[in-house]
């Protein structure tokens, strides 16, 4: 290329596709709605349809949100439904994760141990729970629930594995039924009754 003038770059006008669009937030709301099972009508009035509500938390919320003062204690938790299927990683695979080397309190605060210690499960009565045992008693379920809960002072907290005890007390009250759980400080796995 000897001259400068054999290259020369001619920008078009720039195009998106209807693929690339973004929906507006209100179109995925109402479509969240939708595959939720709700209707919505056309004075924007989202309903249940035909569904029943029992176990979706509603009184609970309701509750809940009377109660918020300012000295409520701030929680963030993450959820997930697990689905148990041929394809799906068995549960005993994910208890036996949660309880790797180097999760526990101890460890993430910088012991000076050299051999870590594997996480030991909890229940509601128990110190240690049975991980077979555990996996055994949920394998003709249709799914579990895995929760991370993490309150904003975790870190003051002495007695993570009582807070964790009396959170899953409050979920069995609020919804009317006894759980069959396990836990390690930093998770709950939870499998319907």
């Known amino acids: 290329m000897s ?23 209100v179109a995925q709301a109402l479509a969240a709605a939708r595959k939720a099972g709700g209707t919505v009508s056309r004075s924007g009035r989202i309903s249940p349809g035909n569904r029943s509500r029992f176990g979706r938390g509603r009184t609970a919320s309701i509750q809940a949100n009377r109660l918020l003062t300012g000295r409520s204690r701030v929680v963030v938790i993450k959820t997930r439904v697990v689905r148990h299927g041929p394809r799906a990683a068995p549960l005993s695979a994910h208890l036996n994760y949660l309880r790797r080397e180097g999760v526990t309190r101890a460890a993430t605060e910088g012991s000076n141990s050299k051999g870590h210690e594997k996480a030991r499960l909890f229940g509601p009565e128990v110190e240690t729970a049975d991980v077979g045992a555990f996996a055994e008693r949920c394998a003709d379920d249709r799914h579990h629930f895995r929760f991370i809960v993490s309150p904003e002072d975790a870190a003051d907290l002495a007695d993570l594995k009582g807070f964790a005890r009396e959170l899953m007390g409050q979920m069995e009250k609020d919804l009317g039924t006894k759980l069959d759980w396990v836990a390690v400080d930093q998770a709950i796995i939870v499998a319907p009754a």
């Open 3 to 25: 001259d400068e003038r054999e290259f020369r770059i001619r920008p078009g006008r720039v195009r998106s596709s209807g693929a690339q669009r973004v929906r507006p937030f």
